[in-house]
């Protein structure tokens, strides 16, 4: 029997449509590439701590390789141990891969660890119809609720249309959607499916575009009808993994704007987009994407170094450089004196 978003714990379906930051959890890893429990712990302290709503564990920020690795449980047993500590409890969210077969023991496993949903790749599912897509979605929803996921099809994402969501929201254990294509166009499909198939109430919005953060959190999506419009009400993101108090910060000066747009605020979607180039390694393509996390972390004593279990993969060239510039050009924007005073207890 598989769990359905109803049987949630009372409030957290609340709190997941009210919007919230869910960070993209890294891995914590030795000089030796072996996984480190102790900081991958102090990892997940950190944002609960930071106020995130929730935890997004084995997603690319945590890197895919952890599966022919033998990790993926491990990694997602430590953040729910970690969120076990806490008086109110996160939204787990497990990523979920591959074609049917895969992703529905993955979200088995997640079940099992006490997880509440699974963000849900379609990456696997390049070059099949709409129909072997939806069924897939309709398989894995049997298991767990789903936290869509459209991925810029830049980084191996598949192109969906405004038809694609409309059915993919019309499955009734649909709980949310990341909305990452990095495209404005991509972005309205997304919407008007959701608002097609009669889902707004039930199914959550959040960023994953890390270009227009900011914008995403403001923007009344009015796309006609006569209803309210559509709002992006929190974000899923593995910029989100970093600097992540400030994150929390920015959501939620977000989430409080009831009227006029305040132009201070309007301005920071430039600015926190200039970091997360920097971060996201943008220059090079995204090749020093998961790199550029784990060395912010690095700086602030949370990672030991900022290996990745693929040796190839490494910060660009000129990368901590523009690293450093960004915390000094925007340092109401990161929290290293929140990091620092509670590292300690973290790593406790």
Known sequence: MGLRWEDWPEGLAARLRAGCAIPAHPLALTAARTLDPRRQKALSRYYLDAGSGGLAVGVHTTQFAIR???????????A????????????????????????VAEARIARGLGYHAVLLSLAAWKGASEDEMIAHCQAVAAEMPLFGFYLQPAVGGVRLSAAFWRRFAAIDNVVAIKIAPFNRY????????????????RIALYTGNDDHI?????????????????????GLLGHWSVWTRAAVDLQARCAAVTGDIPAE???????????????????????????????????????????????????????????????????????DAFVRDNLHRWLS
């Open 214 to 234: 900011v914008a995403d959190l403001l923007t009344p999506f009015d796309l006609g009808g006569g209803g309210a419009p559509l709002r992006i009400v929190g």
């Open 68 to 78: 022919e690795r033998g990790l993926f449980d491990v990694v997602l047993r430590i």
């Open 186 to 201: 991509a972005t309205l499909d997304v919407l008007r499916g959701v608002l097609e198939a009669g889902a707004a109430d």
């Open 265 to 335: 605020l309007l301005a920071l979607d430039a600015a926190v987009t200039e970091m997360n180039a920097a971060v996201f390694d943008v220059a090079h393509d995204f090749h020093g994407v998961i790199a550029g996390c784990h060395e912010v972390l690095r700086r602030q004593g949370l990672l030991e170094g900022t290996w990745c279990l693929d040796e190839h993969e490494a910060l660009s060239p000129g990368q901590a450089e523009l690293l450093t510039a960004v915390a000094e050009r925007y340092p109401h924007l990161t929290d």
């Open 80 to 103: 729910a141990e970690a969120a076990a500590e806490q008086a109110r409890r996160p939204i787990l969210v497990a990523g979920a891969i591959g074609r049917t077969a895969q992703a």
